[in-house]
């Protein structure tokens, strides 16, 4: 097989790929607002495609973390871990899902949080300043991130509310229903340590 | 004094009255982004003025909860009852925060919180519709907006946060540090019914 050929070969399926991604983001974006195809080419030039190993550290407390993700493939797991060594999961997050260390994106500030991969991970990512840009130049863009927040708001106070009203049965129970693929993907380790109850509590409310 | 002299001072000083109301949000605007004086007066023409009094509800489960708020004066206590009856707090919010059924005034679905005055209070209410047409119409608050939404969900994750891996003594003096003059104005039982601890064990810490 010819260079030239092999090449064509190559640029294609890596074009093919491209498409794919870029798609989920644009089916992603639409479901909130309509883009053009020239107004989507637009947004996502200030995306950049970002892979991760399995256990690959993507923030680590302490540095700066000036993007925010939006996840393509993969699972990663966002924690605090405390001056005891303990380890607090405050977000898993899977395909269509965003994440960041929020106070360090806004901020600038160093990250409190880490996040790492618990799948082999691609992202794509949009720095701060990135982001600033692109909403100031692209009204629907401003819309479509005004509503992912408003939505994040909601799962964050749904969240509050579980954790002060629920046992650990009801949060388990919820998060079951409302993330049913999630489940499958993650060890029941990691589920407790969402959910705040013992990896012994869980096991007695799965059987 | 003539009736004619009456109605004037009457009408001016109802104009400073509101005029300060206005300010009060417009100074709060002008944090994050700033408006020309017809920008707001557009802007303030989306908000309707409203009045409480102490124990009075604002948003009942059940009902439609269509308008958020932004506290001009007072306090509110934004909370879910569960099927046994007990009442779990999901925010404190006073002079300067906004409040709503963010499930409920987002998707029209009714109401599942509770929000009644611990004061007597003021608020600037915006319906979702005029919400959403006032963004449209106007970048500036499009990006207010979001920006408010951003430093939300920031509270709201340290909130999850500090539910998971605080102890009770650890998120009471977060607490007390973050609002030293909500702590004044709020009985202890409702302080410790917040931060998810009996009153017993709010005491010991207060010692």
Known sequence: MSQVYKSSINSTFVHCIRNME???LRAHIDQIVCLTDEEFQYAESFFTKRKYKKHQYIIQAG???SCEHFVLKGIVKSSYT???GKEYILQLAMEEWWFSDPNAFNTGMPATLNVDCIEDTETLSISFENK???CASSR???YF???KYTTGNMALQKRVLALLSNN???RYKQWRNQYPSLQKRISKTLIASYLGVTRETLSRLSL
Do not use: I, S, W
Request: proline share 0%; hydrophobic share 35%; glycine share 4%.
């Open 132 to 134: 600033e840009k692109l």
């Open 82 to 84: 405390d001056h005891e």
């Open 140 to 142: 629907k863009m401003e």
């Open 22 to 24: 870029t798609n989920f």
């Open 168 to 170: 650990a049965g009801e």
């Open 145 to 147: 991130f005004r509503k």
């Open 63 to 65: 540095d700066v973390a």
